[in-house]
């Protein structure tokens, strides 16, 4: 009977959901959506505190509002499967953090929270095929198995009616090579993939003596590290014809948060959850529209979460677009991944790389060198660009004036391999060297 009352008041939620698409017109200012948030809210906070044991240790402590507490990674990996709102036994699908940025944490999810995780995605790419047209196929091309990418995205395909193909290029039974060969083979459309494995797959067809000609590659779709726009002209450099966009922007712990769209942009997931902007160091509501990124579950289902602190810096652009759903938003890094300039302030991820690669083109890969002490430091821009005619002058001015130091820049025919691990270790890991001293 529990089950099957459980099972009643999915499908409920699923038919809510449906009809507030229906009746939502996209703006983020909209009553629609503010009533629609404090509703949800209000249920998952119910849920929660009756079904989680985490939460229900909170809500005594914190009473009816919870407004001052934040729930950290740190509580995910301290509170484990306590965290969720009810049985692992009610999980559709079981997940875990690939430890990149702490200790794994498992995320088991109810079938209620993929179901409206990926709705979203799945109106974007009606739209986006809509603008590149069919026949489509997909690639999906993700990290392991324990990890939601490829489940998100087939499942996505599925829904549209399009073939797919997953290609684990880590997996030593596909590699890159075979990946190289069903893309060309099967006539691709669209890879699903991180932002390094567009570049890393520019380097293995230029191996093989082909081009991007040989291949029908309309677009890529990137997430899973940080991708600027000019890493994205940069990479598009390599695939005349096929753009670069980015595909969501999510995590293992809070699912898909922001979707691509056609125009490239990143779209929030209103109806899902409910958004903060804090600043990084306090915790404080944030000063304008960049600050670290809070996300609180809409979805009452399996594992909610309630003002998590996700660890992203983020800028907001308010203003609605009536094309798509949802304000526009801009991924600038982790808060770990800021760098400390010459000068004592601390600039984003984004737009180290953002300046790093101005007007650069024709480059597969670089690294930012920081050395000396942390009163004369200096830097060096290491470029891998194969093709002398795109060792241009000139590039990486505006990114010493950034970081406040002197810095040099070098082309080069060979990187570390820790420049293509972003996606499995942090941008800071894959593409910044700090040996600078204290004295």
């Known amino acids: 009977m529990a089950t099957s009352t459980k099972h009643r008041g999915r499908e409920f939620l699923k038919r809510a959901w449906e009809s507030m698409e229906n009746r939502w017109d996209g703006d983020p200012r909209s009553p629609t959506l503010e009533s629609w948030r ?41 509170a484990g499967m306590n965290i969720l709102a009810g049985s692992v036994a009610e999980a559709e ?33 009606t739209s986006m095929l809509a603008e590149d047209g069919r026949p489509a196929v997909v690639a999906i091309m993700g990290p ?42 099967l006539q691709v459309t669209h890879v699903v993939c991180a932002p390094s494995m567009v570049l890393e797959l520019a380097e293995v067809v230029s191996a093989a003596g082909l081009s991007a000609e040989d291949f029908a590659i309309k677009r890529f779709l990137v997430l899973g590290e940080l991708s ?43 109806l899902n959850y409910h958004f903060e902007l804090v600043n990084p160091h306090d915790g404080s509501p944030a000063a304008g529209h960049e600050g670290e990124l809070v996300v609180t579950s809409l979805v009452p289902g399996l594992r909610p979460m309630i003002r998590f602190r996700t660890g992203d810096l983020v800028a907001l652009e308010t203003d609605p677009c009536h094309e798509y759903p949802g304000r526009r938003l801009t991924v600038l890094g982790r808060v770990a991944d800021q ?3 010459g000068d004592g302030r601390r600039v984003s991820a984004y737009d180290v790389e953002r300046l790093a690669l101005k007007d650069v083109q024709g480059c597969l890969g670089y690294q930012v060198l920081i050395a000396g002490s942390s009163q004369l430091p200096a830097a060096r821009l290491r470029l ?56």
């Open 144 to 185: 392991s198995e324990l990890y939601a990418f490829g489940d998100v995205f087939g499942s996505v395909a599925r829904t549209l009616g399009v073939p797919q193909v997953k290609l684990w290029p880590d997996s030593p039974r596909v590699g890159l090579s075979k990946a190289l060969r069903i893309l060309r083979q």
């Open 93 to 125: 699908v079981y997940y875990e953090t690939t430890g990149t940025t702490g200790p794994p944490t498992p995320c088991p999810r109810g079938e209620l929270e993929v179901w409206a995780s990926n709705r979203t995605l799945v109106r974007a790419w």
């Open 228 to 270: 600027t726009p000019d890493f994205r002209s940069n990479a598009e450099s390599f695939w005349p014809g096929a753009r670069v966009s980015p595909a969501m922007y999510g995590s293992q712990e809070a699912l898909c948060v922001a979707s691509g769209w056609p125009d490239g942009s990143l779209r929030l997931n209103e």
């Open 38 to 78: 404090a509703e949800r809210l209000e249920q998952v906070r119910a849920l929660t505190a009756r079904e989680s044991v985490f939460y229900s240790r909170r809500a005594e402590q914190m009473g009816p509002r919870w407004s001052g507490e934040f729930t950290t990674k740190a509580d995910l990996v301290e």
């Open 384 to 439: 891998l660009v194969p093709d002398p005619a795109n060792r241009t002058p000139g590039v990486g001015e505006a990114l010493g004036e950034l970081l406040a130091m002197p810095l040099t820049v070098e082309f080069t025919d060979s990187l570390s391999p820790r420049t293509k691990t972003g996606a499995t270790a942090s941008w800071k890991t894959a593409r910044l060297v700090d040996s600078r001293s204290s004295r």
């Open 339 to 341: 760098v400390l300039t």
